[in-house]
């Protein structure tokens, strides 16, 4: 399961690579940053298919997915110098309290199944 939580950590930080590199490539008009986004997305997705060996879909997805997307948006103020209003923290707040509910229901859920 550790191995697994790796996979995961390391699937968002090449998410966030490519959504940089993304940024950075200009359209793919830029070659560098276009080979980036391409080498960040194939080894994030590659992470991802090892950690679904042994997290669920749902979670491993929506982590992979909610803590790349604020982990991009921090990218964005601190390299891009994009602006991030009351309403943007508050959004990224609420993706993840979601993160930490899925994950909390969880052990729950399992719970509640072995009871049955």
Do not use: D
């Amino acid at each position: 399961m550790k191995r697994s939580i790796f996979y995961l950590c390391l699937a968002i930080l090449f998410e966030s690579f490519g959504s940089t590199m993304l940024k950075l490539s200009a359209g793919f008009t830029v070659l560098w940053p276009s080979l980036g986004v391409v080498t960040g997305f194939l080894a994030s997705f590659t992470c991802l298919s090892f950690a679904l060996k042994n997290i669920s879909l749902t979670t491993a997805y929506a982590t992979w997915s909610g803590v790349g997307t604020a982990l991009t948006a921090v990218i964005g103020v601190v390299l891009f110098h994009e602006h991030l209003s009351m309403l943007k923290v508050s959004a990224l707040i609420l993706i993840i309290t979601g993160i930490v509910v899925m994950n909390k229901a969880k052990p729950q859920e399992a719970a509640a199944a072995s009871n049955n």
